[in-house]
């Protein structure tokens, strides 16, 4: 008997008909979605607890309402678009791309103080959890940093079209962070503000990064760092960290520069030692990598070679060189970075910049510790060998040393201790200023053109 195609076909069920070939062809349209399911969690590690706040600076007073000049356009960001299965949206300002810098020098010290108010809390909160794990476990490296990119959208079907744009309104949509900046910004970077802040060259970096998960712990991203070896086109094993925590992410769309800020407090762990069935495990992927230029992210594995037994997995490659410049307060980091994502097959190619703000980190952990000492609360004694040295002098002083830092904090009420940390000063000389001033003097941290234009 021959084949007869379904909308061809007689059906004796009266109220159940044969499909027509219209009715088909809508069925397909509604059931065809060529978006990607991307989940960015599977990549990046989150404290239980962890606090994420978007906001903007430099709207009108309410702090709500977008002045007309402020719109959601098209952001160029390839390997976003690929992962969302649509282009991403930007707040951008048309009179800051006219070069209208003069009603920003008028409005640019407000907007500073906002970040302050709307952050300090958050931060607070979340230096009380690092505190928590950091008497636990003496190993805890905890980091406060600062980057620079663009806060970006997506979704834009979940809001009213003819709505009015407000900071309500963009709550309803997903975003990200893209921290990939211009040639032209990374010059002014190098060339302009290193030398204005005081910053000295420290090192180069060239490391390729291997993300491994782990079977045993699915929460765990492996992250081993390696050095690559030419003359026999692979690569050496140096070092096995775990992936940092996020504990606190604050995303600043700044409506009055090019470019967005991102604060980010987050925490690292020691690996425990690793068994030798492990490093067998782990040795055996890097090993079986192969130095190719021509691939994103700079390496390949032949076929079957990127697991290893049914435990280990390779999820992504990271190939990045890393220009580091410090002074006592902070330390610089210019990135060039080559990634490659195996289970997305998406790699990108960015430059980026992240400013570590380390004295405020130093003072923020000392502040806390200082304050349980004064409550009479008791410190693991290994945190005090190994990570923070806290001495009470005859003046009831207490000296503390973290790191290659060193301060005085005097013996004040614990609630003194817990006002503003950040400060902005309203004397700005120079119009992409920032000061970030803890309250006890002895922390400038000074960041300079971090938004000027590109």
């Known amino acids: 008997m021959a084949y007869i195609p379904p ?11 044969s499909p027509t070939p219209e009715s088909l062809s809508s069925q397909f349209n509604r059931k065809l979605n060529l978006k990607r399911k991307f989940n960015a969690r599977l990549t990046i590690a989150n404290a239980e607890g962890a606090i994420f706040k978007w906001f903007a600076i430099g709207s009108s007073d309410d702090g709500n309402q977008f002045p007309p000049c402020v719109h959601l356009e098209p952001f160029s960001a390839p390997s976003i678009e690929l992962k969302w299965g649509e282009k991403p949206l930007a707040l951008l300002n048309s009179s800051v791309s006219q070069g209208n810098r003069e009603e920003e020098e008028e409005t640019v010290a407000g907007p500073w103080e906002s970040i302050v108010v709307n952050l300090l809390p958050e931060l607070l909160l979340s230096v009380e959890h690092i505190k928590n794990e950091l008497y636990q476990d003496d190993g805890v ?20 079209r003819n709505e009015l744009l407000t900071e309500r309104t ?24 290193i030398p204005l802040i005081g910053l000295e060259f420290q090192v180069e970096k060239d490391i390729y990064t291997v993300k491994v998960s782990d079977k045993e712990c699915p929460s765990v991203t492996l992250s081993c760092k390696c050095i690559a070896l030419p003359h026999l086109n692979n690569l050496k094993l140096y070092k096995v960290e775990i992936d940092q925590v ?35 495990g782990i040795v055996g992927l890097i090993n079986s990598a192969v ?3 021509d691939m994103m992210g700079g390496l390949r594995w032949p076929l079957g070679k990127a697991t290893s037994g049914d435990r280990f997995r390779v999820l992504e490659v990271w190939h990045t060189v890393s220009k580091y410049y410090v ?11 080559n990634r490659y994502d ?39 004694g290994n945190v005090d060998k190994k990570t923070i040295t806290i001495d009470r002098n005859k003046h009831q002083h207490f000296s503390i040393r973290s790191r290659g830092l060193s301060g005085i904090l005097s013996q004040e009420p614990p609630a003194s201790l817990t006002r503003t940390i950040f400060n902005s000063t309203k004397s700005m000389k120079c119009l992409d200023t920032i000061m970030i001033l803890s309250e006890l003097k002895c922390s400038q941290i000074i960041v300079l053109d971090y938004f000027r234009k590109s």
Do not use: W
């Open 7 to 17: 909308h061809k076909r007689h059906s004796r069920d009266v109220e159940n008909p």
């Open 141 to 160: 490296k905890p980091k406060l940093v600062a980057r620079v990119g663009k806060v970006l959208f997506h979704g834009i079907s979940k809001i009213d």
């Open 170 to 193: 963009l709550r309803k949509l997903k975003g990200l962070f893209y921290t990939s900046v211009s040639d032209t910004y990374m010059e002014t970077i190098t060339e302009r503000v």
């Open 246 to 280: 996020r504990h606190m992410v604050g995303d600043i769309s700044c409506l009055k520069q090019n470019v967005d800020m991102r604060l980010m407090l987050c925490s690292k762990k020691n690996l425990q030692k690793l068994t030798d069935d492990e490093m067998e």
């Open 291 to 293: 130095l190719d230029q």
């Open 327 to 337: 002074n006592p307060l902070l330390k610089l980091q210019l990135r060039n970075a």
């Open 342 to 380: 195996l289970r997305t097959s998406i790699g990108e190619a960015s430059k980026e910049v992240t400013l570590s703000l380390k004295r405020v980190t130093f003072e923020l952990l000392a502040n806390t510790l200082v304050r349980y000492l004064l409550q009479g609360k008791p410190i693991n």
